[in-house]
Structure formats: C-alpha cells, structure tokens
C-alpha cells in the first residue's frame, strides 16, 4: 500500500529539459514532449536527479535511503536497493500564452486536465473544450460571444464557467485568464508559446562565433504550471525540511538562466 501525493512546478524562468546542446549547424534542441498531446514534459528521471542532489547537498547519504542506492561495483547484486519514493513525470496543466492586443492567458486541454484530476483527487468535472472563465477579457463578437485572437488565427469561446478549483492550492494565477482548448488544439498552440533563443559559440581570442557553432534551442516557457505524482512506501519524507516548497533548478543551461522553478508537495507525504 502506497502512500498517495503529488508536487506542483510553476517555472520561474524558461526551462528546458530535452536535448542536449549541438555543434551541428542550424541544430534545434528540442524539448521532451508528452507522445499524445505533444506538449512538454519533465521525466521522473529529472525530478529523481533533482531531489537525489538537492538532499545529498544537505544530508548526504541520506539520498541512498529515500530514493535508492546506486549501484557498487563488486558486488554480484550490484548494490541497488529500492527506493521508498517513487516518482513519475511532470506534466503541464497550465501554459502560458501571448495574445495580441490582449491579456496573457493560460491554457490546458481536457486530457491534461484529467490527469491532474486523477493526481490530485479533484470531484470537480472536466471542462469541455473551449471554455473560459467567466471574467476572461476577449473580443466581443456577435450576440455576447468571446473571441482570442492568435498569431495562428481566431478561438471562439463556446463555453464559460468557474475554473478556479483547476488551480492548485498555492498557485498564483489569474482565474479570469484561463481557457480551456481542444486536445487536437494544444500541441500548435503549444509551439507557439515556447521560449525559443539562438545560442553561437565564440572563439576564445575575439568575438567571433566559431564555424558550425550556431544552435537554437526552445524551452518551456516562465509561469508554466506542471504537475506529478509521487508514490511513498512509508510516510517521513521531508526534503523541504518544514517547509512544503522551495525553489529548485531543472533541466540544463542552468548556467545561462534556465530552470529555475517553484516546487510544492502535497498529500501524504510526511
């Protein structure tokens, strides 16, 4: 029997968990996505490494008994033990994108939204797909209908209702900028809301890029909400000491500004 909680991630600065920086001319690093939505994801190899470093760099050695020993040469089982927490990955809930002329908003998808609700326990019933809040400042257009206005092009909202019970307890998000789109929609709307940023090489004697050095890389963007569940074999986990949430970095380039996140843990957990 397993203890049941779950951490909620809001980015604090564009975060990129994915491909690994190239030397090939024009190279994309890509972002590891979600095979359905194709929305971006942190693996549980991630958020176990992450949690692994962040604990030894407080108790070290205590790492080994919460999340696993690794494995020790010599030894013919290799040394490994299991680890009391389990982790899986992160995905969005709520993402953050730019409208012209208009508010930010921020949007999730019926199957996101499930599997949140499946994590965290919510009764609430999922939204159906293009349904805002009630308060969200759209164009109006025809007989009180709303429209969003895209870089792709124009949404309609067919629906309004309250959507505050979708943000986590100790999110800060505007309930009036949430929208709710189709799972067909997510993925282009997702594109089109990544931080992207070229990156060159220079030389060491002067400032010129070196041949071949030019790569770009994507990432997801600040005040992205994701969410994962955590299992526990036995209760006493604390890793934020008495605290429920501290700032924690993810991915890499963390050395250029990326990843640094909001971590919160809810559930039974201690």
């Not at 190279?27 to 490494?49: A, E, K």
Request: glycine fraction near 10%.
């Amino acid at each position: 029997m397993y203890h049941q909680a779950y951490g909620i991630i809001k980015t604090l600065a564009p975060l990129h968990v994915g491909a690994s920086a190239g030397e090939e001319t024009g190279n994309l690093n890509l972002i590891f996505r979600d095979q359905f939505t194709q929305t971006g994801i942190i693996p549980r190899s991630s958020i176990r490494g992450r949690f692994r470093a962040d604990l030894r760099s407080i108790q070290k050695g205590m790492e080994a008994e919460w999340y696993g020993h690794h494995a020790v040469e010599g030894r013919e089982d290799g040394g490994t033990t299991e680890a009391i927490v389990k982790f899986e990955y992160a995905s969005l809930l709520w993402l953050p994108v730019f409208c012209p002329g208009q508010p930010v908003i921020w949007i999730s998808c019926p199957r996101l939204l499930k599997r949140y609700q499946q994590i965290s326990g919510l009764s609430t019933e999922i939204p159906q797909p293009y349904t805002s809040s009630k308060s969200l400042q759209g164009r109006q257009v025809g007989q009180g209908q709303k429209v969003l206005f895209f870089n792709l092009g124009f949404m309609e909202i067919e629906q309004e209702t309250d959507l505050s019970p979708w943000i986590p307890q100790g999110v800060d998000l505007p309930e009036s900028n949430l929208v709710v789109v189709g799972d067909n929609d997510i993925a282009t709307l997702h594109d089109m809301a990544l931080y992207r940023q070229s990156r060159v090489r220079l030389q060491d004697e002067m400032k010129k890029t070196e041949t071949g050095a030019f790569f770009n890389v994507e990432a997801l963007p600040e005040e992205s909400i994701l969410v994962f569940p955590i299992a526990l074999k036995e209760k006493g986990w604390s890793p934020f000491g008495d605290s429920d949430r501290k700032e924690l970095y993810f991915g890499g380039l963390e050395s250029i500004g990326f990843g640094r996140s909001q971590v919160i843990l809810k559930g039974e957990y201690q």
